[in-house]
């Protein structure tokens, strides 16, 4: 007759099993694979190949008409800000939400910066550096605190531009006061 095993025995076993499980489901889960019902098993040679490496879309270059030296340049058209050095390269490029009333092409400073205040649409936000006024209004760049970016309240005037929180942080140590700004079209 064979030994029986202890009960404590059987659930260390089944404790053992079901973390091997759940492992191997993290691991799969952190590589990016996601298997469906409908989902085809893969051969061993299919699945023994690398995956293709994600291809990067290069960043729009800096506009040519946006001057020369150290400054931040934003474009309307392509809803952008390039953070440019001394020499003329762009160090970070990110894209922005735009208020509904924004500034015209031309070249401006930063003018003033607040550390965090409630922006005129009542979201929380960090960031601002202040270049621009515009039909009595005046227009910053910005970033949400919770890093959201909300659509502008139906039929109310906002002037921020919000940015991502991150890039936000970038702004600010970049823009210090009467650093240059380029809206161009």
Do not use: C
């Not at 690398?50 to 392509?78: C, F, K, M, N």
């Not at 006024?133 to 227009?139: F, Q, V």
């Not at 009467?178 to 161009?184: F, K, S, Y």
């Amino acid at each position: 007759m064979p030994a029986r095993l202890p009960s404590w025995a059987w659930v260390t076993g089944l404790t053992v099993g079901a973390t091997v499980a759940v492992t191997a489901l993290a691991v799969q889960a952190d590589k990016g694979a996601h298997p469906t019902a409908a989902a085809a098993r893969p051969s061993a040679s299919v699945s023994a190949r690398p995956a293709p490496e994600p291809t990067r879309t290069a960043a729009p270059e800096v506009p040519d008409a946006s001057g020369t030296g150290r400054r931040i340049v934003y474009s309307l058209g392509q809803k952008r800000v390039w953070l440019v050095d001394a020499a003329g390269k762009a160090t970070r490029t990110f894209t922005v939400w735009p208020g509904t009333v924004t500034p015209d092409a031309g070249t401006y400073a930063v003018s003033a910066r607040v550390a965090a205040t409630t922006g005129s649409d009542g979201v929380p936000i960090e960031h601002i550096l202040y270049f621009a006024n515009k039909s009595g209004l005046s227009i910053a760049f910005s970033n949400a605190v919770d890093g959201s970016s909300p659509p502008p309240a139906a039929g109310k005037q906002t002037s921020g531009i919000r940015l991502h929180k991150e890039d936000g942080t970038s702004l600010w140590s970049f823009g210090t006061a009467n650093t240059r700004v380029a809206v161009v079209n």
